[in-house]
């Protein structure tokens, strides 16, 4: 089985400009997650997706991130414009949970690595 | 609402014990524990579900104290491939979040 594919694994930005992220869970994963992953910090949910639904997007900051699921598989993480703070690992995960199901277990891709100058 | 995780770092030679714990301060449905390596993503470990039950995975075990809404990890015997830093997830309600993480070195 396929686990969760991310690109880029590296990029380099300078403050104020975009950068956009993309993953593609497992197959047959109804949910996705995008994590921010702060040097020696656990993950932190930026957005939670159900199919193409927004489930949690509480923590997302909206004024320049935005995400999007188009067609309840593959999904997009964008920053615009970035920011220094902004530097951190951006983990994409995926499970089996069809709703509220916390007795599924999440399945993370390796990773985009962001660095802001 | 961020989970209690202790010790924040711990050293062991190869074939000694560990237990990281994890507290929350919310009523849990469940508690989840990750291994992230160095530059690598986390890796599910296993699920502990409210109910007091513990599981095995292969040296490691965990169990689950619905009451005082801890979990407790345990590694028996470790070897040099247990090093990395261990990430408790706990679900309350409609909400999952990781703990800060314990960073286990395992020396030779």
């Known amino acids: 089985e396929a686990g969760v594919a991310q690109s880029p694994r590296y990029k380099i930005i300078e403050k104020r400009q975009s950068v956009a992220f993309w993953c593609n869970p497992i197959s047959g994963h109804a949910t996705l997650y995008w994590y921010q992953q702060i040097l020696g910090q656990g993950p932190k949910l930026l957005i939670q997706?159900?199919?193409?639904?927004?489930?949690?997007d509480s923590q997302l900051p909206k004024d320049r991130f935005s995400a999007e699921r188009l067609k309840g598989v593959d999904s997009t993480l964008k920053i615009q414009p970035a920011k220094l703070e902004d530097s951190a690992v951006y983990l994409c995960a995926s499970s089996l949970a069809t709703g509220w199901q916390p007795d599924q277990p999440q399945h993370f891709g390796d990773g985009t690595r962001l660095s802001i100058l | 609402q961020q989970p209690v995780q202790s010790p924040q770092a711990v050293i062991l030679r190869e074939g000694e014990d560990a237990v990281i714990n994890c507290s929350s301060s919310k009523a849990l449905y469940s508690v989840h524990w990750y291994r992230q390596k160095h530059g690598e993503a986390p890796v599910f470990l296993m699920i502990l579900l409210k109910g007091g039950e513990q599981k095995g995975h292969e040296k490691i075990s965990a169990s689950f104290n619905e009451k005082k809404q801890q979990s407790s990890l345990y590694l028996t015997a470790s070897q040099l491939s247990y090093s990395g830093t261990y990430f408790c997830?706990?679900?309350?309600?409609?909400?999952?979040?990781f703990g800060p993480g314990t960073r286990l070195s395992v020396l030779p």
């Open positions: 997706f159900q199919n193409n639904g927004v489930v949690d």
């Open positions: 997830g706990t679900a309350n309600g409609q909400n999952f979040v």
